[in-house]
């Protein structure tokens, strides 16, 4: 034991006597880097390189250094790399995490911190900034509702479709989705009957496919990977026939690919995004190609956690460049700069923030299409421009219909 | 006597390392430890390994955040005098009730039993949100403050770590001293003796697994505590698994093993990612934790125990304490 504590005692400090030069900027990236999300959370990590590749790796003379730290997308172990950065790394500005109750838990960690400078990675929980936000904690992208935008009226208005069943997992990002969908659905004149939430890593969705009223047009399927893969494979081979609405995560590349009798029903399917792989604006186009110069081993287009983690580092280091790298006055001047900040995206949309920093976006909605060749793919139908947290609506009212949850919001 | 003079270099640390390694490192390494402690005491003198003690100390983090300051806006906030003797005493009930189930049971099906329960609870975190709020859990639970000084901050969160462990180590070899601790050991060894005896062996089974419970149960609060938050994730497969690893690398010959371990693993944990490529470290914790199992299956604590008796040898034939 005492010889472990003297180890303890003499690796601490090494540890702090490891040289840090004052001019050296240092930055914390959180990612998922074990666990079913290592291949995507990686891809976070890219972006926000790509970032800081761009700018050579240095702000007027001052070193930007990165280092990563893994979560494993519990709540907790994004607390602990955060703290891990800040006070053992030293740290100025962290960048992550990837999910969305990390989020929740790195806002409420920033207030304790008000030192450093938190950039949200691609985390979409709503409350992440508009509930009890944090003065240093921002988030360069949207959340899981704007994300959404778009999608409701195109299900109602060019699908015609007049009532929707909802699926969609029991935690704050689906919440959320759900949301995105029904505030412009209901709006419309929709209906949602009933609305299913299943456990995350869910594998028998029997007791749902057969609960799902016969009288509804569509299904709204907020499921992510394998669980959807899951469900529609389930509710093809018990004879479901409903069109299919996808989430943000739903309809992703891979589920396209993989094999399933479910594939006829995703023909047309119609989805939200932020993030289109072959969108063919000019801007996407020049992304995606320093993306894949930057990195021959990556996908084969930058996932939506490479842009988002790309737009909070791109944010960081166009501040940095304001203030000339300095960080001195207890970054005062940094967080002015980014709370004034405008960019244009690599969606080819202007970038900024709302006054409980969080960005204003652009979102597509895309829907599958037959490729000639017989695979699926999925194209954009619309592009919606400047879509904000409140999706629009009046600040009291939109914050008086209270934080997501199972229940809210409704119109049966 | 002698086990307090190991106290006094403990209360070294808060003087020399900063509030990173004193908080994250050491005091997380005495939180751990305390609730390996509780499974090394079931597993040592019960001779049954469960795997519902991360199921446990939830259940008094739970506790503690639901009747306490959190910000999620969910239960009903009671001073801590009496949440804290609350939690403590559903944690030995909840360790009751299992010991209760498992009292039949050995080897491979007590841990069978065990884990089902802590997987059942697990999931039923997930998708109750009346007590448990769910996925998310509670956030925002914040230490009590006396005399203006919050428990969170480093230096008191240390030392009421270390006052716990020390409390929670003489707890039980006082215990297993005493008769009841006595007859729980005959239970391991020979069970049917025992009811030969007329003794009954349902009592001594489930004192042994609430009295775990409790040591789980003051591990679970300081953990709520030094997290600040509770969800499912803190009753998972992770921390059911990452309890039994610092349990076995410590070793289950002394309960002292089990803060051995913690500190191991703690270390590890924490500085794998610096000693490594960043996408690797996982691979490393795990060799580094399989290489002390083939060298050590007695644990770190006999390791250093064997050296030691290598260099005493010529002179001294020490007797194990236990």
Known sequence: MNKLKMAASALALCAMAAPASAEDVKIGVISILEGAFAALGQDGIRGAELAV??????????????????????????????????????????????????????RDLSKSYPGVTFLNGSSAAQDTTLRDSSDNFYRFGGDGAQWMVGVGDYAYDDMGYKSVAVIAEDYSFPYTQVLGFMTEFCEAG?????????????????????????DVDALFVALGGADAVNFLTQYSQAGGDKPIIGGSITIDQSILDSKGPFKKLLVGAPAGTPTVGDYDGDEWKAFTASYTEAFPDGFSAPSIFAHHYYMSAKAAMLALDEVDGDLSDGHAAFRAALNDLTFTTPTGGTMRLDKNRNGVIDNFVTEVYER?????????????????????????????SGPVSRDNPSCP | MKQALILVPLLIPPLVLNDFWLTQVATRSLILGIMALSLSFLATYLGVVSFAQATIAGIAGYTIAFFGPNSVGIGVPLPFWISIPLALSLAAISGALVGLIAR??????????????????????????????????????????????????????????????????????????????LTIQAVRDAPGRVLALGISVTTPIVTAFAFSGLLAGAGGILNVWYQERVSSFSVGL?????????????????????????????????????????????????????????????????????????????????????
């Open chain 1, 372 to 400: 000639e060749d017989g695979t699926l793919g999925n194209r954009v139908v619309k592009v919606v421009r400047d879509v904000d947290q409140l999706l629009g609506q009046d600040e009291a009212a939109f914050l008086a």
């Open chain 1, 190 to 214: 929709g209906k949602v009957p009933e609305k299913f939430w299943t456990p995350i890593g869910n594998k028998d969705y029997s007791s749902v496919v057969y609960a799902i009223p016969q």
């Open chain 2, 238 to 322: 992770g921390p059911i698994i990452d309890i039994l690893i610092i349990s076995v690398i410590g070793g289950l010959r002394h309960p002292g093993g089990a803060f051995v371990g913690a500190v191991v693993f703690v270390l590890l944990e924490t500085f794998a990612v610096d000693l490594i490529d960043r996408e690797r470290f996982n691979t490393l914790i795990g060799v580094v934790l399989l290489l002390i199992v083939i060298v050590a299956p007695g644990g770190l604590q006999q390791l250093a125990h064997d050296w030691l008796a290598r260099l005493r040898a010529p002179d001294t034939n020490e007797k194990s304490s236990v």
């Open chain 2, 104 to 181: 039949r049971s050995r080897g491979i099906y007590a841990i069978m039993i065990t884990l089902a329960i802590g997987v059942a609870f697990f999931y039923f975190t997930r998708q109750n949100y009346t007590f448990f709020n769910g996925w998310t859990g509670f956030s925002g639970v914040r230490a009590p403050e006396i005399a203006g000084v919050s428990l969170r901050d480093p230096l008191p969160l240390y030392l009421v770590s270390l006052a716990v462990a020390a409390l929670a180590l003489a707890l039980v070899s006082g215990f297993v001293r005493s008769p009841l601790g």
């Open chain 1, 53 to 106: 590749l761009e700018t050579g790796g240095e702000i007027d003379g001052n070193t930007i250094e990165v280092i990563t730290m893994s979560s494993d997308a519990s709540p907790d172990s994004a607390v602990n790399a955060a703290r891990k950065l800040i006070e053992q790394d030293g740290v100025d500005i962290i960048v992550g995490p990837l999910s969305g109750s990390e989020g929740l838990a790195l």
